[in-house]
């Protein structure tokens, strides 16, 4: 019988509902129209590099030089393609939150119970809800019976909650939590965007994913790039003109430069290297769903990690017993009866078993769990009910209580439920003499000052043991029990009972979340935990794990509720007590800081703090489909320990983008200051416009490419993030740039000049030894020190391959037409070699000394 039943109203009349759903509208999240796919084209095309390439092919379709523009053209198409469909791979978070609500609901209406679409419920509407069913709104209980939510979906917390007739919160249900235990009747107070999960959904909506760090770097570069390379070309056109060159010669010749002084190849190789960090994560269990996720994670200089399933298993665990003479320690892992309980370290070995058994038969009697065994050889056991009694059968399995044999040789007879008013449980069993056993559990508040308890020096000992264990971030419950001579009705039953001992209860952390902690700190990433439970919890978390000691200060949700100064935020490491939206201010307030930020998160109140750090994290084995589609990277193997190896691939991509950007402005500079300095050293031409186009092609192809997928430093981990705000260039980039650039063009230049006073083919030695010396410095940054060096990587075939096809059209009569290039000799070909391997042993000698400093 349901509590409460009498005055139930008799729910709405189907005329006052339909006013009502016209009022406010269908119980369903509203979702912002996508943006079109002209739309999402024009954004990709407004990149400044791809800005540049177009006015390029603009000018060789004027020329009708339409081989160049097939060449420029490919590159826009493919760049703008990849970049679209990542962007329609990453809006699926709304779609996702619709998807978890309830599609149909039992409703009453003019005193009658029927099924009805959710969608049609509206404020005022009862709604009945029994074990399994999905909360189809926000609600408020007017019956309940036994009745038990799972919230974890919504607030991130792994135990159910307690739901009741009450005055506050513990009245109300909300869409989309799941109803594990009992049942009740409700009234509708929120429908769609107005419920939980809508305010939810709109947060999710509000919240753009800001751009990554690498986005705004390259946005940058680009933007300079474009303006350097309009002022080179412009000054050689100038320059051609004033002495008298043909202008159609000229304008092609500036746009062929333009091209080449701009890595246009850097959106695919950025492309590619991310695309192949997203596959290498992919085999360590980590799932990329934005590709730009893969570099920002290279970036991250904080990570907000949620405490229950990312750092904590997720699943209860009862750790300690304690009884009047003993205390005891349980061994094993989540669910699994396997284990042992242990004599606690600060106890004698002479301890009463009797009173342990008897503790041990209590908690398997006063329990309604069982405990599922896993599916698989690598499954877990998992538990059906309450996890917190399935912990208590799993500890009393470990110390020999079996709950079948128990249950068969003590049948219950009688129980009072547990509710959250009582906060205790009462059942009463035959015994094999013919006694009744009546067992009560509870919270200890509430048992250890029960009238009925026996109260004596242990009751005291138990009292500040519960108060210890609470401190330390136990959930505790309490234990007593008494034999009675005759049938006896569990209502009245709770009289002279004896304290049978104390259970501590603890979602406790992970096996390997000491070592990820250690490997956080060692990579300069600072680790926040965020979590909505008690503060002595996150205390006893943190300190575990080596985030904290007794000296490191808890931040609480009040405390950020009513503000908190910037320098007190900076150092807190521990949030307790958050709500979800404090989530959202945690991040937001670290990025107002400079930070890089991270969020994990595996419940739909992650989503919108997921969606606004510069990653979210998601968990993907036990999150919901909502934080896993709010998410740039899911973790399949929901550990923490994987965003180590994430990190780590992050930084690599970086610092092989910079690599590139080394080796392609380099060349790209040098070719510039060959066409500029050359007509003034008496080489009227320097080079033909097919002929840069062809040098660039080669260079900037496989083995531009090639530098993108180059495996990491060893000692990249044991780095300082770098900082957010730094150019792409920086720490010293350009000014290698620079010098590798005048080294290409003087020994190019040299080599030229030598040709022409010895009667060689000048335009042809030049043309080879600067695309061979930029191959060779392709070769110079080679990553070293890593794993099977030694071995040919891709970066090796992609250069071999160049060389052949750069040195193809000296002997090729077709190519020889094409690109006006001629036979050389053989002892020309050796100048040529020898001159192209100067500056890329320069650049060797050059890394090599600055490792020794």
């Not at 509407?125 to 999905?134: F, H, N, P, S, T």
């Not at 949700?557 to 009513?562: I, P, S």
Request: with cysteine; aromatic share 4%; proline share 6%.
């Amino acid at each position: 019988m349901l509590d409460d039943a009498t005055g139930a109203p008799p729910g709405l009349s189907e005329d006052e509902a339909a006013r009502r759903l016209a009022e406010h509208g269908p119980n369903t999240i509203r979702e912002p129209a996508p943006p079109s796919v002209l739309s999402r084209v024009g954004a990709q095309l407004r990149d400044p590099m791809i800005l540049l390439l177009l006015a390029a092919a603009m000018f060789t379709v004027l020329l009708r030089d339409f081989t160049d523009f097939a060449v420029i053209a490919v590159v826009v198409v493919l760049n703008t393609t990849v970049g679209v469909f990542q962007e329609l791979r990453a809006e699926r978070a709304l779609s996702a939150l619709s998807r978890i609500a309830a599609p149909v609901a039992r409703v009453v209406r003019e005193n009658r119970a029927g099924i009805r679409p959710a969608r049609d419920l509206v404020p005022g509407d009862i709604v009945l809800l029994e074990a399994g069913d999905v909360v189809p709104a926000d609600a408020r209980l007017w019956q309940s019976y036994r009745l038990q939510v799972d919230e974890a979906a919504l607030t991130g917390e792994a135990v159910p909650v307690d739901k009741a007739v009450a005055d506050d919160d513990t009245a109300v249900v909300y869409a989309g939590t799941v109803v594990t235990r009992g049942r009740g009747a409700a009234v509708v107070t929120r429908t769609g965007s107005a419920s939980a999960l809508g305010r939810i959904a709109e947060l999710i909506a509000s919240q753009g994913p800001p751009p990554t760090p690498l986005q705004q770097r390259l946005a940058s570069l680009g933007r300079v790039l474009a303006l350097v390379a309009v002022a080179l070309s412009g000054l050689v056109l100038v320059s051609g003109l004033l002495r008298g060159r043909p202008a159609e010669e000229m304008v092609l010749t500036a746009v062929s430069l333009a091209v080449a002084a701009v890595p246009e190849s850097l959106p695919a190789v950025v492309t590619l290297a991310l695309a192949l960090g997203a596959h290498r994560m992919a085999r360590q269990a980590a799932v990329v769903r934005k590709l730009p996720a893969v570099e920002t994670l290279g970036s991250v200089t904080v990570v907000a990690a949620d405490k229950t399933g990312t750092m904590t298993e997720g699943r209860m665990f009862a750790e300690r017993l304690w009884t009047p003479r003993g205390e005891y320690v349980a061994t094993g892992k989540g669910y699994d009866p396997q284990g042992s309980l242990r004599a606690a370290p600060s106890d004698t070995p002479e301890l009463d078993t009797a009173e342990l058994d008897d503790l041990l038969r209590d908690l398997v009697l006063c329990n309604d769990a069982s405990l599922q065994p896993p599916d698989s050889p690598d499954g877990l056991w998992r538990p059906l009910g309450d996890p917190t009694e399935a912990a208590l059968l799993a500890a009393a399995a470990k110390g020999g209580g079996q709950p079948a044999a128990l249950r068969r040789l003590y049948p219950r007879t009688s129980e009072v439920p547990f509710d959250s008013v009582r906060k205790s449980m009462t059942t009463v069993h035959d015994t094999p003499s013919g006694r009744s056993l009546v067992v009560c559990k509870g919270a200890p508040e509430v048992m250890l000052d029960v009238p009925g308890l026996v109260q004596d020096g242990h009751v005291a000992a138990a009292r500040a043991k519960a108060r210890e264990l609470s401190d330390h971030g136990y959930r505790v419950l309490a234990v007593a029990h008494r034999l009675v001579d005759g049938p006896v009705d569990a209502e009245h039953a709770e009289q002279g009972l004896e304290l049978a001992g104390l259970v501590a209860i603890i979602d406790p952390p992970r096996s390997d979340a000491a070592d990820v902690v250690r490997a956080f700190r060692t990579a300069g990433v600072q680790l926040l935990l965020i979590t909505g439970d008690h503060p002595g919890t996150a205390a006893t978390l943190a300190s575990r794990v080596g985030m904290a000691d007794s000296s490191t200060e808890i931040v609480t949700g009040a405390e950020l509720e009513h503000g908190l100064a910037a320098d007190r935020l900076a150092r807190a490491r521990v949030f307790a007590r958050t709500r979800p939206e404090q989530k959202l201010d945690i991040v937001r307030a670290w990025q107002d800081r400079g930070e890089v930020v991270a969020m994990t998160g595996d419940g739909v109140n992650d989503a919108p703090a997921l969606r606004r750090a510069d990653i979210g994290v998601a968990m993907g084995r036990d999150g919901t489909e909502v934080a896993r589609q709010a998410a740039d990277l899911v973790l399949t193997n929901d550990n923490l320990k994987t965003m180590v190896a994430a990190i780590e691939e992050g930084r690599r991509i970086y610092a092989n983008v910079r690599t590139f950007l080394r080796y392609g402005l380099s060349g790209g500079l040098a070719e510039v200051l060959v066409m500029l300095v050359g007509p003034f050293a008496g080489l009227a031409v320097p080079l033909l416009p097919a002929q840069i186009l062809w040098i660039n092609m080669l260079t900037h192809g496989l083995p531009g490419v090639a530098l993108g997928a180059e495996p990491a430093q060893p000692d990249v981990l044991r780095r300082r993030p770098r900082s957010p705000g730094e150019f792409v260039l920086g720490s010293g980039l350009w000014q290698r740039i620079a010098w590798t650039g005048l080294l290409l063009a003087a020994v190019s230049m040299a080599v030229a000049l030598w040709a022409r006073e010895a009667g060689r083919p000048w335009q042809t030695m030049l043309f080879l030894v600067l695309g061979l010396a930029q191959l060779g410095i392709a070769l110079a940054l080679r990553r070293s020190g890593v794993a099977h060096a030694r071995r040919p990587r891709f970066l090796d075939v992609a250069v071999a391959g160049a060389v052949v096809l750069q040195l193809a059209p000296v002997v090729l009569p077709p190519l020889q037409t094409v690109l006006s290039v001629e036979l050389i000799s053989l002892t020309d070909l050796l100048v040529v070699v020898v001159a192209a391997a100067v500056p890329g042993l320069a650049v060797k000698l050059a890394a090599a000394a600055q490792r020794l400093r």
